[in-house]
């Protein structure tokens, strides 16, 4: 009972605490840089990506990986240790521009695995504008091999309702080499000083800035956290008939006592507990209100809250039990001889 209490208590803190290590609250993109967005006083902290513009990408993998979806990123080392959670594998070596992170969603999704090559086509600066303006152009910069050396999970990639974001994290020797001659577009990460208490100043600001695009992360993981809900939910009805079920077996425990405790009936009396033992009338309520709740009895159905109480007073009735009898037997001979003569 208590391990399942315990894994509803961390299934449904996991997300929350996944955004506390790894979670940011707003997510800006735009081709230029925003200069002075660090230095809103709203703004905490700001970690900056580059993000090269990619055309649709080829693997041994479930063909039909969007580009509009997929976004190859480049951090520093210490920036992708707080942005990403490594699942398996290792972190790309930053000296090598081939080594890459998956996103977990891309190997549930479309099987990439450690060891898979994805080969990615690059826009040029000049196809840019076209790009955006929805024109389908073949790619006209470098492309890539890149081999995926580890599987990481990031907050924007957990399922919530809306398009599936996917992402591949690549190295500063990709920065260096590839970046140089691909389109690229920066990646803004930002914490907010008060989280919800500056969005709205905040998100006017960026409105200012004409940012390509922004996202408030706040309903996304609200979204992946009540989706995860129903399973910690699941966890604690577990450890709730876990608890009935330790009941009903102290209370058959102590019903089928009775037939001992009544042959005792007139040592218990001659102690000062005349008529029907308490340890009898406990357990026999006991096991009458679980098997009611069962509908194995048909009478009315006892709520849960008494079920617990009643237990909880099983364990203090039982202690009361076995002192009463040696306190009255110590102050009086009588009724020691009559108990060791029962």
């Known amino acids: 009972m208590l ?3 315990a894994a509803g208590r961390r299934t449904a803190s996991a997300f929350p605490r996944f955004v506390a290590a790894h979670g940011y609250d707003f997510d800006i993109f735009n081709l230029q840089p925003l200069p002075g967005l660090a230095k809103l006083s709203e703004v905490a902290s700001v970690t900056m990506a580059g993000e090269a513009l990619n055309g649709n990408v080829t693997c041994v993998c479930k063909p039909g990986i969007n580009s509009s979806n997929l976004s190859i990123v480049d951090l520093s080392p210490t920036a992708l240790q707080r942005v990403v959670k490594l699942v398996a594998g290792q972190m790309p070596t930053q000296s090598s521009s081939d080594d890459v992170l998956a996103s977990f969603n891309l190997q549930q999704d479309y099987g990439v695995h450690i060891g898979t090559v994805i080969h990615t086509p690059f826009y040029t600066s000049s196809q840019v504008q076209a790009v955006i303006g929805g024109a389908n152009l073949t790619p006209a910069g470098p492309t890539v091999a890149s081999h995926v050396v580890g599987i990481e999970a990031a907050e924007s ?35 907010l000083r008060y989280g919800a208490t500056d969005l709205a100043r905040f998100s006017a600001e ?7 695009s922004s996202e408030y992360e706040e309903p996304i993981a609200t979204a992946v956290t009540a989706s995860i ?4 939910v699941g966890w604690w009805v577990l450890a ?3 608890g009935l079920a330790g009941l009903a077996v102290i209370g058959q425990a102590l019903g089928r006592q009775s037939a001992v ?14 008529g029907t033992p308490l340890g009898v009338a406990v357990g026999q309520a006991v096991w009458r ?12 159905t006892v709520p849960v809250w008494v079920i617990a109480a009643l237990g909880a007073g099983v364990l203090v009735v039982a202690n009361l039990l076995a ?17 060791r003569t029962q």
């Open 261 to 274: 405790e009544s042959e005792e009936c007139p040592t218990l009396a001659a102690l000062g507990l005349p």
């Open 240 to 242: 709730l008939l876990a």
């Open 157 to 191: 990639e957990f399922p919530s309702g809306q398009s599936p974001t996917y992402d591949l994290y690549a190295t500063q020797a990709f920065a260096r080499t590839v970046g140089q001659r691909a389109a690229l577009g920066t990646e803004y990460l930002v914490h």
């Open 323 to 339: 002192i009463a009898p040696a306190l009255a037997a110590a102050r009086s001979k009588t009724a020691g001889h009559l108990l």
């Open 3 to 5: 391990a399942a209490a």
């Open 229 to 232: 809900h129903p399973q910690a």
């Open 206 to 212: 960026v409105t200012a800035t004409h940012a390509f």
């Open 289 to 300: 209100a679980f098997a009611t709740n069962l509908g194995a009895v048909p009478v009315s």
